[in-house]
């Protein structure tokens, strides 16, 4: 942050007039922003010659590049991020955004994955980019553990859980499984997973295997790590990630590759935890402009996030928008902070108000 200052310190008026402008200019279209365009919108009447001359000991900072010999400038990603941190104006949401995201509750049944999925598309259908929705981990303490076998080579572990509701996963369980094994590993389970969440019970299971307290057959050891794999790899890798509006990351064919490698990312879900850690870092809203997103930087994309709370201010979960290093930052960051918010009152049972 102090080289940002330092080189917002080296700006005089003129030159972060025109630094503004060619951002806005390029996030606007998409393309160079050249002087004679300039010329048109600046305060201060001036020169096309003087604002290219501008221009250049902007693109000496880094601040600005040149794509084409005479075709304008574009921001750097050093330029944007100046930009985002120390000269843009974030617009205050407005209320036909605000009546959008919150209409996405009005038909709230209870059911958090409905609402979350509601609240994806919508932001994607406002922002024009690709929304994405960290959901969170169900993490109401266990009533009871079953496994049951389908077939050799398939089986279902239940939970249930204290709020009353089931979930199950089918997954492969080891080679040779009994119904005497399977009656061991949910005993095993049974006798230590009353009160506990699945994030609590797993750390204790380990721990109790690790120093040998519990005898327990090696058959149903293996049933209980290939079961409790079951949730965590994929509840964590595939399930939890909501993505919509993929489309509207299509831009032009120059964008094509990119658009395949974020695409490929998006698909995979890969890394859905640090995209957890990303939101969790800071409060409030973050911006991670082309390679500065670790998740998606081969991409070249820029990722707008923010986590939500639970009612003990717990981070459970992140809502965010992924799109070409043009979105329109001051508009999304409001719509972003203000869809965390609106997901964390509704999963704290506090509503809209």
Do not use: C
């Amino acid at each position: 942050m102090s080289d940002q200052n330092d080189i917002l310190s080296e700006l005089n008026d003129r030159s972060r007039e025109v630094f503004r402008r060619v951002v806005e200019g390029y996030l606007t279209t998409g393309g160079p922003v050249g002087s004679r365009s300039l010329t048109r919108e600046m305060n201060e009447k001036l020169s096309a010659a003087t604002i290219r001359n501008v221009m250049q000991d902007l693109e000496y900072l880094g601040l600005l590049d040149s794509p084409h010999v005479s075709a304008g400038r574009v921001p750097t990603q050093t330029g944007l991020r100046l930009f985002v941190d120390g000269v843009m104006e974030v617009n205050h949401l407005g209320e036909e955004d605000r009546a959008a995201l919150d209409a996405t509750m009005g038909a709230n049944s209870g059911d958090v994955g409905s609402l979350l999925d509601r609240v994806s598309s919508a932001l994607s259908g406002m922002t024009q980019g690709a929304s994405l929705v960290l959901t969170p981990k169900h993490e109401a303490p266990i009533r009871h553990i079953e496994f049951v076998s389908l077939s050799p080579d398939r089986a279902l572990v239940v939970l249930v859980f204290a709020d009353g509701q089931v979930e199950n996963r089918v997954f492969t369980p080891p080679l040779g499984q009994t119904p005497s094994s399977m009656r061991e590993a949910a005993n095993f389970l049974n006798a230590m997973a009353e009160g506990k969440t699945l994030s609590e019970l797993r750390g204790h299971i380990a721990r109790e295997i690790a120093n040998h307290r519990t005898e327990i057959d090696s058959l149903a050891t293996e049933l209980i790590d290939s079961g409790l794999a079951a949730w965590e790899n994929k509840g964590e890798r595939y399930e939890r990630l909501i993505v919509r509006g993929r489309a509207n990351l299509l831009g032009s064919e120059d964008d094509l590759d990119r658009i395949r490698s974020l695409f490929d990312d998006l698909e995979r879900k890969r890394d859905i935890a640090e995209f957890l850690d990303l939101a969790e870092d800071g409060e409030g809203v973050r911006i991670f402009i082309g390679s500065e997103n670790k998740l998606f930087s081969l991409s070249g994309s820029s990722l707008v996030v923010s986590p939500y709370m639970n009612a003990d201010r717990k981070i459970i979960g992140a809502v965010g928008v992924i799109g070409p290093t043009r979105l329109n930052y001051g508009r999304i960051v409001p719509i972003v902070d203000y869809t965390a918010q609106l997901v964390g009152r509704m999963i704290s049972g506090q509503g809209k108000g």
